[in-house]
């Protein structure tokens, strides 16, 4: 699996998981639950491109079924001597990566400026203990946020005994249920998965998330009208900082909202066994992104055809029907191999990140003897891809017409699946 594959599966997780969260769960009042149900999600957005399920396929069909043709793994080995493969330039594979490490590094640059700007606050502030809390104070900090066990205070604040109460409860929550390092977490996940449009959402509602346990905390022993007016007088004195837990991080409204919400009862407590059948249809949906396990029935034969168990007439490469039909099978893979290894392009970008692996496409031998159908079934890098594609679509034009299978007499559509293994020279 390459990085982009993997990132767009991560993507494609994250966004099915999200709109379940958006649109079933986001109004709920269960914040500790709705703070679970985030940090799962994400680690399993993570986690199951990894995982494959292979869903058994049986179709039925009227009329004649098409063969299933398995070939023999090609090996393409990169030589001194292959000139064309230095004749590649710059490929958009490269392009690409080097766009997406650019972003990684921009984004930690913030990350660590972040940390670095907490850091000298803690520092250069006074350290002082506020109601039995490690704080600092600091002419840096022009509102109230905690991050790990501290909470870094203006050094000149005016609030009240009641309103500084309300600030200290409301940043110890953070720092009590750990928050900081759900912060840290995503901000780390967000480095290497920044081209994701979700994560960001996924950031924004557990900042969200965090912001509604503080201030469950806070209303236990304050009236809601009093701290209500002292969140709106904190609105615009924030600097946001992307690791910290500012006292008013999302939108004032919502919090308000949040807080006058009646408790959510049983029936919403139900919706959260949704997650069950959204984690079924993800897996679902990346079951479809290899189905290499096809590949895994061949035998060791040169050529293998399962059709129903059975074996069937394969199609033959043009030439081999002038051979004994006992020798087809062999000329068959003889020949493939001979093409492949004298038109397929090693792709400079493989030689220059030192890849190795195997590429398996899928293409349909019509009843006409043409080439047809190409796809990718499972990929290996993005030029590795497009070089078996490039081979595949211009067989028809380099080689001529197959002899297509045949079936009761007739000639019938052949799904042939051809592993393709790009190898170094030296790892040979």
């Not at 977490?185 to 920044?194: A, D, K, S």
């Not at 050529?303 to 006992?326: M, T, Y």
């Amino acid at each position: 699996m390459n990085l982009l594959t993997y990132l767009f599966q991560v993507t494609l997780c994250t966004a099915v998981f999200y709109a379940f969260y958006y649109f079933a769960l986001k109004r709920e009042t269960l914040f500790e639950v709705n703070r679970f149900y985030l940090l799962l999600t994400m680690i399993l957005s993570l986690v199951l491109p990894f995982t494959q399920l292979n869903f058994a396929q049986e179709v039925v069909q009227s009329g004649l079924m098409p063969s299933v043709v398995f070939l023999e793994t090609t090996f393409v080995t990169l030589s001194d001597n292959l000139s064309t493969a230095s004749m590649i330039p710059l490929d958009l594979g490269d392009i690409l990566l080097l766009l997406y490490i650019i972003g990684v590094l921009f984004m930690a640059i913030r990350l660590l400026t972040a940390y670095r700007h907490i850091h000298r606050i803690k520092v250069y502030g006074t350290a002082v203990i506020i109601r039995d809390k490690q704080c600092v104070l600091s002419d840096q900090v022009k509102s109230p946020f905690s991050f790990f066990n501290t909470i870094y205070l203006p050094r000149h604040h005016q609030y009240s005994k009641e309103a500084l109460a309300e600030v200290i409860a409301h940043e110890n929550a953070h720092i009590r249920e750990r928050h900081s390092g759900d912060v840290l977490l995503l901000e780390l996940i967000t480095m290497v998965c920044w081209i994701n449009p979700f994560i960001y959402l996924y950031k924004h509602s557990l900042s969200d998330v965090h912001e509604y346990i503080a201030d469950k905390a806070v209303l236990k022993f304050s009236h809601w009208e009093n701290y209500a007016q002292l969140l709106v007088q904190q609105q615009y004195k924030q600097l946001p900082n992307a690791l910290s837990h500012q006292l008013i991080y999302s939108q004032l409204k919502n919090r308000l909202r949040m807080m006058t919400r009646q408790p959510s009862g049983i029936t919403a407590r139900l919706k959260y066994l949704g997650i069950l059948p959204v984690l079924m249809i993800t897996l679902i949906l990346l079951s479809f992104k290899s189905r290499e396990a096809l590949t895994s029935t061949h035998t060791n034969s040169a050529i293998g055809i399962k059709i129903d168990g059975e074996e069937r007439a394969l199609p033959v490469f043009p030439g081999c029907n002038e051979v004994a039909a006992s020798e087809q099978m062999l000329c068959t893979s003889t020949k493939l191999n001979e093409y492949i290894s004298t038109n397929l392009v090693f792709p400079k970008s493989l030689e220059k990140e030192g890849i190795e692996g195997k590429v398996i496409a899928k293409f349909i031998v019509g009843n006409d003897g043409k080439v047809k159908d190409v796809t990718i079934v499972k990929s290996l890098q993005a030029d590795a891809d497009l070089a078996v594609l490039a081979l595949l679509l211009t067989m028809n034009e380099n080689i001529g017409q197959w002899i297509p299978a045949t079936k009761e007499g007739k000639a019938v559509d052949a799904e042939m699946h051809l592993p393709v293994v790009f190898a170094l020279a030296d790892k040979k």
